[in-house]
């Protein structure tokens, strides 16, 4: 499988129209200090694939996972698929690249 790498653009439509579920793996702290408005917590750190598939089977959209950088979000895929649930979408940019073009940051 490969892993499908998202713009910010993309992110921002499915964000607004309700068809992506963005799963930021960051630390809580980061998370805390600051994350993409409509986020999800879920600290890679603290993976637990049946927390993890509760959280997207119950959700309707489509997984995307989201970090600091693009770095995380990759290992977040790898580990879930690992555990068998399907995801293969990541916000490339990440946090960085959604704060550094002025987006909005909710703290």
Known sequence: MTIV???RETVKQGLADGSILLIDVREEH????????GAVSYPLSDF???????LIDGDGRR?????????RSIH?????????????EHYKGAFKDWFASG???ER
């Open 48 to 54: 637990d694939p049946a927390t993890l598939k509760a």
């Open 63 to 71: 997984p995307v996972f989201s970090c600091a950088s693009g770095v």
């Open 103 to 105: 987006e909005p940051v």
């Open 30 to 37: 980061e998370f805390a200090a600051g994350r993409i408005p």
């Open 76 to 88: 977040a895929i790898n580990a879930a698929r690992q555990a068998g649930i399907d995801v293969d």
């Open 5 to 7: 790498d998202l713009d």
